[in-house]
């Protein structure tokens, strides 16, 4: 079962923690708008992701299983 980044946009404040941690998954755009560069959660970013998902302000992003 494959891992995904999913971030919750209706209490998302687009603080930029997440892509201060990930900047290759995370990118706040010019009008402060949060964008997921790659949602797929794998070995190699799995414990950035984590890390992202702990230090939220808002707890909007999560990991899910699909």
């Known amino acids: 079962m494959a891992k995904?980044?999913?971030v919750d946009f209706e209490i998302c404040e687009s603080?930029?923690?997440c892509m201060a941690i990930i900047p290759e998954v995370f990118d706040l755009d010019?009008?402060?708008y949060l964008?997921?560069?790659q949602e797929?959660?794998?070995p190699d970013n799995e414990a950035q992701i984590r890390e992202a998902?702990?230090?939220c302000p808002?707890?909007?992003i999560?990991?899910?299983e699909e």
């Open 40 to 42: 797929d959660v794998t």
């Open 4 to 6: 995904k980044v999913h």
């Open 62 to 64: 999560s990991i899910v």
């Open 35 to 37: 964008h997921i560069l």
């Open 30 to 32: 010019d009008q402060d």
């Open 58 to 60: 808002r707890q909007a």
């Open 15 to 17: 603080n930029a923690v």
């Open 53 to 55: 998902v702990r230090q």
